[in-house]
């Protein structure tokens, strides 16, 4: 069997030619799969994307990292708010709220399971947001509970106490129309 002198190098030709076709395809796709970092983008070259792409995916990498371990934090809360106490789940609680006005004072009761720290803000932040001025905010553990106690002078004769007594109580019954493990 005769082996033509030009044949080889026609395949090695051809075998170059596939693999550099191969390799212009794969970049292509791992440069579709980049969202662009700069309107430039377009305008870099080959290995400056490969460098961009190599920097995209250690940037996943450290996202995905900072979420396992706040995914691991989270869980631990869990953990902890859901130990078993007599069929009874420690740490969470429906939340109660009661709204006392006298005079200019007004005097709001929140009663949350441990876990209650998020609305106690809440309940801050509205009070805040419609003019009261607060006076005095304390909270106390009782069992699987806490007691929030605020203290807030709104101004006489304006509404404000009936807009924060409503807007709580809304929040209040948005968080028992949340489904809780």
């Known amino acids: 069997m005769e082996r033509k002198p030009g ?3 026609a395949d090695r030709k051809t ?5 550099r076709n191969r390799m212009k395809a794969l970049l ?3 440069h579709s799969l980049v969202p662009p970092q700069s309107p430039r ?3 870099l ?3 400056d994307q490969l460098g961009e792409a190599a ?4 940037d996943l990498q450290v996202k995905v990292e900072k979420m396992r371990e706040q995914k691991e934090r989270l869980l631990e809360i869990e953990k902890i708010n859901t130990t078993m106490n007599n069929g009874l789940m420690i740490g969470f609680k429906s939340p109660e709220i009661g709204i006392r006005k006298s005079g200019s004072i007004l005097e709001v009761v929140l009663v949350t399971g441990l876990d209650g720290q998020f609305l106690f803000n809440e309940t801050i932040q ?3 947001g419609e003019g009261a001025d607060i006076v005095n905010a304390n909270f106390s553990y009782v069992d699987d509970a806490m007691l929030h106690t605020i203290h807030a002078k709104v101004g006489d004769g304006d509404c404000s106490d009936e807009r924060i ?3 709580l109580q809304e929040i209040v019954n948005d968080m028992l129309m949340e489904p809780h493990p």
């Not at 075998?15 to 693999?19: D, F, Q």
């Not at 920097?55 to 250690?58: A, E």
Request: proline letters at 4%.
């Open 41 to 43: 983008e377009s305008t």
């Open 15 to 19: 075998t170059e030619r596939n693999r």
């Open 55 to 58: 920097n995209y995916i250690k």
């Open 126 to 128: 509205v009070i805040h």
């Open 165 to 167: 007594s409503q807007r």
């Open 28 to 30: 292509s796709k791992l």
């Open 7 to 9: 044949s080889s190098r």
């Open 45 to 47: 070259t080959l290995p």
